[in-house]
């Protein structure tokens, strides 16, 4: 039975990633600080481990204890805008917890290291995006997204680890943390959507994105370790077609019911038009026709009912207040 460390699993896609990973039958152990996840995410039949990437102690004393066969890093606070005014918080995380993984895997002679970057690291480039474009990435997030995928590449030509990267983009669906202000869309409209409130759109709602759904992405990043063709290779994964953030806010009433209106705020500084080519995927994996955008959103909006209004908290570790979006700072 192969053995799994899933980072962030009590998290949104790291939840489903191991749910697949135990439909696999893999024994799954699921390490998360509930930064941004809930225990009640984390699959029955996984080990659950309340801790962080950044303790390096944690992290030496898992991998001799369960001696891992693939190591799953999905684990990240994956907020784009809000990074460039918490860069100390977001390199420690995101780049640091992430080193510390790949050196234990080094040294416990990981099979292989499945890493879920970001599209982020294309910045502004025109799309749609390809694996081969030079990455240009505009923020604090995208560049430690980059950073770790340029140390996968250095480790696996230096020590043999072998990696696969995955660019995901504007994933949505069951478990998404209704109640974070700063990231995920989807989740913010239907939040706000069932608390009767304005649906807050940044700028003219005219950016472009890919939303792509939860089901169409988890299965193969767990199932990428079976897929020899992948190994030391980097794939855009997501939807194809893309919407407008208005597009998706009438969409998202209409899955989930409920009318509202738009609040258009101050554009901020972000990437007006961003969505991946998925050639190289669909060579490589046989992957299946997408879920279309209404029928993703109807999914997740019956889920959002179950799971109900979720508060949305302040980050509480903001290390510069410099143009940073009032919106963030209402309560």
Not at 9 to 25: C, R, S
Not at 60 to 77: G, I, M, T
Not at 264 to 286: G, Q
């Amino acid at each position: 039975m192969p053995k799994s460390l899933v980072t962030g699993g009590a998290g949104f896609i790291g939840a489903h990633v191991t749910n697949e990973l135990v439909k696999m039958g893999h024994s799954v152990v699921v390490l998360d600080d509930l930064s941004g996840g809930f225990v009640e995410n984390v699959n029955p039949n996984a080990v659950f481990v309340e801790g962080s990437i950044t303790d390096n102690e944690l992290l030496s004393r898992l991998f001799d204890e369960h001696k891992f066969d693939y190591v799953y890093h999905l684990a990240a606070y994956a907020a784009e805008g809000l990074s460039h005014f918490i860069k100390r918080y977001n390199y420690t995380n995101n780049l640091i917890g992430s080193v510390n993984l790949i050196n234990e895997s080094v040294k416990h002679k990981v099979k292989c290291f499945v890493f879920t970057s970001s599209i982020a690291v294309y910045g502004a480039a025109k799309p749609p995006m390809r694996e081969d474009s030079v990455p240009m990435p505009e923020d604090p997030y995208g560049i430690a997204k980059l950073a770790v995928e340029q140390d996968l590449k250095a480790t696996h030509e230096m020590f043999g680890l072998n990696y696969v990267i995955f660019r995901p983009h504007n994933v949505y669906g069951e478990y998404q943390n209704l109640g974070d202000r700063y990231r995920n869309v989807v989740g913010i409209f239907m939040n706000q959507l069932m608390q009767g409130k304005q649906l807050t759109v940044f700028g003219d709602g005219g950016q472009t994105r890919a939303f792509s759904y939860i089901g169409d992405v988890a299965p193969y990043i767990a199932k990428s370790v079976d897929v020899p063709e992948a190994y030391n290779q980097i794939f855009n994964i997501g939807a194809d077609k893309d919407f407008t953030v208005a597009e998706l806010a009438k969409t998202t009433m209409k899955a989930i019911g409920i009318e509202g209106e738009l609040r258009y705020l101050p554009a901020r500084n972000e990437v007006l038009h961003a969505h991946s080519d998925h050639s190289k995927m669909r060579s490589v994996f046989n992957t299946s026709e997408p879920i279309g955008l209404y029928d993703g959103l109807k999914f997740m909006a019956d889920w959002a009912k179950t799971a109900g209004i979720r508060t949305s908290p302040k980050f509480k570790n903001i290390e510069i207040l410099e143009k940073l979006p009032t919106v963030w700072l209402e309560d």
